[in-house]
């Protein structure tokens, strides 16, 4: 197969959040981008699914605060609203096996977690409408990216970029495992990335949708703490309007090898020690199990911590002759793996290109 070329002056590899929000501010400083996008969809980790009967139920990030002041900045500007996550005054709280479950109070909290009206899909949506679909490539897995001449050439599975510039966005020990850099990378950032940890990239999401949310009654919230699992933390996951009802969490990430069907069962056992037979009425049951997502996550090197080597010195620097920035969450000095991160990688990056390219 004959592959195009691309002449750019600036190719951003990742359609996440991260990448969006370098190429949203470098289209406003009036500069051309590229972006290569991996999967056939954007948003990275950020995916809100729709479920068959219009429910919207988060698979990536969903919670911001007030304290994360650059991503809230970005949903104004963007003229996006939040609403405050339901929470309740009680929670089903669960804390070893062998006593029963019981309703322990929640503190006030000061500092609310807030969820994206329509769904935290509405951020990536509202990035990418500021920039032209044809600058994105999707279906662009980049297989190698090497320093020739005066350019960087980025290669993927139908596209060859010729750019100035690449920024990644992918989490770092994706980076060095997955693209082929032909030695031309220095080899303690192999050894610092291949050690940074990415940030849910062992976790498994679930939600269930529910003809009603009869979780709402006698102090209850659907709010569910526990130290017994499988489903250590749930919440109630209806939409703003209130309409369509959910109930949405994680699953220990150890599960990931049973079937959909045995880890459905598992759920719904724990599920029925607190509501009963109406953990059964649901109508539809989502997962996402992110470790065996090849674009997010691939194993380490050795055991890591989580935030593990999050915003290294070494990421702040560039390479291939200047031409290789890196960016993304885990990249970030600032809130490294959450959203917050990724803004604020974003929008440093973005700042470093113009300064960069405006001399
Ligand atoms: C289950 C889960 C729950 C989360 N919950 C929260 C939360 O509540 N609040 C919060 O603040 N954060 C949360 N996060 C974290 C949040 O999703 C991330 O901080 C943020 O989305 C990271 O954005 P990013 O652009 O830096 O990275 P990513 O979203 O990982 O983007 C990297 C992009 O690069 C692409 N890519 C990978 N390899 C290649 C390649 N070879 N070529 C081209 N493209 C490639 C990927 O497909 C992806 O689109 C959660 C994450 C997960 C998984």
Redesign the pocket.
């Known amino acids: 197969m004959i592959k195009e070329t691309i002449d750019c002056d600036i190719l951003i590899?990742?359609?996440?959040?991260?990448?969006l929000t370098i190429a949203y501010q470098l289209r406003n400083a009036g500069f051309s981008v590229k972006v290569?996008?991996?999967?056939s969809r954007i948003?990275?980790?950020?995916e809100t699914i729709k479920t068959e009967a219009g429910e919207k139920v988060e698979m990536?990030?969903?919670?911001?605060g007030r304290k994360h002041t650059y991503l809230t900045r970005l949903l104004a500007e963007l003229n996006i609203a939040t609403f405050e996550q339901i929470i309740g005054d009680t929670a089903i709280y669960e804390a070893i096996s062998t006593s029963p479950h019981y309703l322990a109070r929640i503190p006030p909290n000061p500092e609310p977690s807030l969820r994206i009206s329509g769904g935290t899909e509405v951020l990536i949506q509202r990035l990418s409408s500021h920039i032209s679909s044809e600058d994105i490539f999707l279906d662009?897995?980049?297989d190698s990216i090497k320093r020739d001449n005066n350019k960087t050439v980025t290669d993927?599975i139908h596209t060859i970029f010729k750019s100035k510039i690449v920024i990644s966005?992918?989490?770092p020990n994706?980076l060095v495992t997955?693209?082929n850099f032909e030695n031309q990378l220095p080899q303690d950032l192999i050894s610092i990335a291949r050690n940074t940890h990415t940030?849910?990239g062992e976790?498994i999401?679930i939600a269930l949708t529910y003809p009603t949310p009869f979780w709402r009654q006698e102090h209850l919230s659907g709010t569910i703490m526990s130290n017994v699992g499988p489903v250590p933390e749930m919440y109630d996951h209806s939409n703003v309007e209130d309409n369509k009802y959910a109930l949405m969490g994680f699953l220990n990430g150890g599960y990931f090898q049973l079937t959909k069907e045995e880890r459905l069962a598992i759920i719904m056992k724990q599920l029925k020690k607190y509501f009963g037979e109406f953990a059964e009425t649901f109508t539809s049951y989502e997962e996402k199990i992110?470790r065996t997502e090849t674009?997010?996550f691939t194993s380490y090197e050795s055991n890591v911590l989580p935030h593990q080597n999050n915003g290294h010195d070494l990421y702040q620097e560039s390479y291939l002759k200047d031409s290789l920035m890196m960016a993304?969450?885990e990249t970030s000095t600032y809130y490294p793996?959450?959203?917050?991160?990724?803004v604020y990688?974003g929008l440093l990056t973005s700042q470093k290109v113009i300064k960069r390219l405006s001399v």
């Open positions: 590899i990742g359609a996440g959040l991260t990448g290569a996008e991996a999967r948003g990275g980790r950020i990536g990030a969903t919670w911001l662009a897995k980049v993927c966005t992918l989490p994706l997955s693209i940030w849910m976790s999401k992110w674009d997010t993304g969450t793996g959450y959203m917050e991160g990724a990688s």
